[in-house]
């Protein structure tokens, strides 16, 4: 049984495909994060699985019931939002309760409940106030408790963190985090931002134009991108895609950059089929923070290339290099004294390069 | 070197500073006289209604009186009392009461409504019907007079307050939609959906949700409302006449049809007594009237 199930889903708002053919399963108790640049129908994607969308083509199951016409209220789910969505008139009490009382729950299993989850979320100390009296975070717990005392089967979460500051961002992804350790309920979690994606989710389905691109651990989806789209869109700076083709003599296959003489052996690389590879034109992908200024694994491949620009950003820097006219960005610690416009020698880390065809961009 | 630069610096600070008090002086001046302006009239009703028929006769329009004499106050609310031909405005006010609460609720009421439907719940079309609404802002009131009779005329309820009612209501719609509509918008829609997840259906979102945090809008709307129906005199004196009539036509028939003598003391003090109900709605409620106009968003 698949907590939630989405089956050949398309939706379309007038002539604009929003989302097309999506298939997605969730086994329960995990964290799906749909992470993708805005515009990309992963918000639309979330309020259909609220019900507070309609659905043009396709099927959703909840615990393989289809819910596909099923009213929100009875879809056994909670949604907390990028605004928060806090009824204003109300006070935090209120808030938490509104569901619970729609829904007729009798007096006492209401009050045990929300003294449960404001105690747990610890905003019991807020309950007589306004939302307009709370702060950013202690709204946004209030979201979450309002979530909360349903005991839903699914979280829904749309942005929840993107209006909050910098560093209470990064204190509420952990407090989130933690929820979900000790609640376990399956939650899908909307986001543009890759770094709550990758420290929240135990899958991440990455979507751009209403197609998933990849949904798969996050360490696949950073180590073994599914296409060009993907390895661009995970990583800061985003992975280097050097152009050029590759060459196969007897057993050895090499990489050759345009404009370029370098032969790069991959003979270790886990090609997903092997034939045809002679002349094949592709991209050779390699994150900045793979290529070293001094030799660690003694596969690293030696490169001369030389140093264009420097970016320093305190823990770390970024340099860009010219590898036969294309960029390269590598990361570095900022300990280390860099020259600009000198032949610089790198090292790159061959086990950890991905290989895309040229023409689909899709992973070799 | 040094000094002359400091003594130059210190003629320029108070050549600046006899400019800024020329100028001051200069923008209470302008006010003063705007202002006066303004008061003026208010002044000289005032005046006239606690002044005799004598004492008017042989003043200017600027004499205080000699004494505070309500006399004429009493004419224009009570009357003389005696029978034919004795025009005062009590039963024309408490029509006009009539007509103004339950046409203001109700405009109010239906625009809060609609402006609800037009931005929470979208449908397809919302547009169109929310430009024919906007269209009907600017029809101007002479041109539905005709048609409206006739409709009055149909229903039954020709020269009625009731059908008062029914053409302030309708006429009103268009404006209180608009006011509602433009506020609705700025207020999340994510509110509308998280109720929706709780489980609140159309109207207890309405009423729970959006209507405790319109009371801005509604302030708005209300003053609005009042004022247009309070002060109407066109759609009164078409629709309705003698004891039907609201108090803006009663006034108009108490002035014109003073018999022999002009009794300004008693048209002065009648024409304040009909103003006076819009005015304690602005004394009351004026402040939010600013406030709802700027304001729009609501930040959770």
Known sequence: ?364 | MQDSLQSSYRQLEQKSKYTNIFLRWFLYLVLILFASYFIFPLYVMIVTSLKTMEEIRQGTLLTWPSSLNFDSWAVAWGGRGYGAGDTFLKPYFWNSIKMVVPAVFFSTFIGAMAGYVLTKWRFKGDKWVFLFLLFGCFIPYQAILLPMARTLGVLGISNSVIGLVLVHTVYGIPFTTLFFRNFYVSVPTELVKAARIDGAGFFKIFFKILLPISAPIIVVTVIWQFTQIWNDFLFGSTFSFGEAAPIQVALNNMVLSSTSVKEYNVDMASAIIAGIPTLIVYVLAGKYFIRGLTSGAVKG
């Open chain 1, 1 to 364: 049984m698949k907590t939630l199930k989405i089956e050949d889903l398309s939706k379309n708002f007038g002539s604009t495909e929003v989302l097309k053919k999506i298939n997605l399963e969730i086994d329960e108790g995990n964290f799906l994060v749909l992470l993708g640049p805005s515009g990309c129908g992963k918000s639309t994607l979330l309020n259909i699985i609220a019900g507070l969308e309609t659905i043009n083509e396709g099927n959703v199951f909840i615990d393989d019931y289809n819910v596909s016409k099923v009213e929100p209220k009875d879809r056994n789910i909670a949604m907390v939002f990028q605004s928060y969505a806090l009824y204003p008139s109300m006070n935090v009490k209120e808030n938490m309760i509104f569901g619970l009382k729609q829904a007729k729950t009798s007096k006492d299993k209401i009050k045990e409940q929300l003294e449960k989850v404001s105690k747990f979320l610890q905003v019991d100390q807020l309950l007589e106030r306004k939302p307009s009296q709370l702060s950013g975070g202690q709204r946004q717990r209030v979201a979450i408790g309002r979530a909360l005392v349903r005991e839903p089967r699914i979280f829904l979460f749309d942005e929840p963190l993107s209006n909050l500051d910098a560093k209470l961002r990064v204190e509420m992804r952990r407090e989130i985090k933690k929820l979900h350790q000790q609640l376990k309920t399956t939650v899908v979690y909307v986001t543009h931002d890759q770094t709550e994606a990758m420290s929240l989710g135990t899958k991440i389905a990455i979507m751009n134009h209403g197609v998933i691109q990849q949904n798969d651990t996050p360490e696949n989806i950073y180590n073994k991108p599914n296409n060009t789209f993907v390895a661009d869109f995970i990583g800061s700076p985003s992975m280097n895609l050097i152009k050029g083709k590759l060459k196969q003599s007897s057993n050895i296959i090499s990489f050759v950059a345009e404009g370029s003489n370098l032969e790069i052996p991959i003979d270790n690389y886990n090609f997903k089929a092997n034939d045809n590879l002679n002349n094949k034109e592709v991209f050779f992908g390699i994150r900045p923070e793979h290529i070293f200024f001094k030799k660690l694994n003694d596969n690293d491949f030696e490169i001369t290339l030389r140093a264009d620009l420097s970016e320093y950003i305190g823990h770390e820097q970024i340099m860009t290099f010219d590898y036969d006219n294309q960029e390269i960005l590598a990361k570095f610690p900022s300990t280390i004294k860099t020259e600009l416009s000198k032949e610089t020698k790198l090292y790159f880390d061959l086990t950890q390069v991905s290989l895309f065809d040229a023409k689909t961009e899709e992973r070799i």
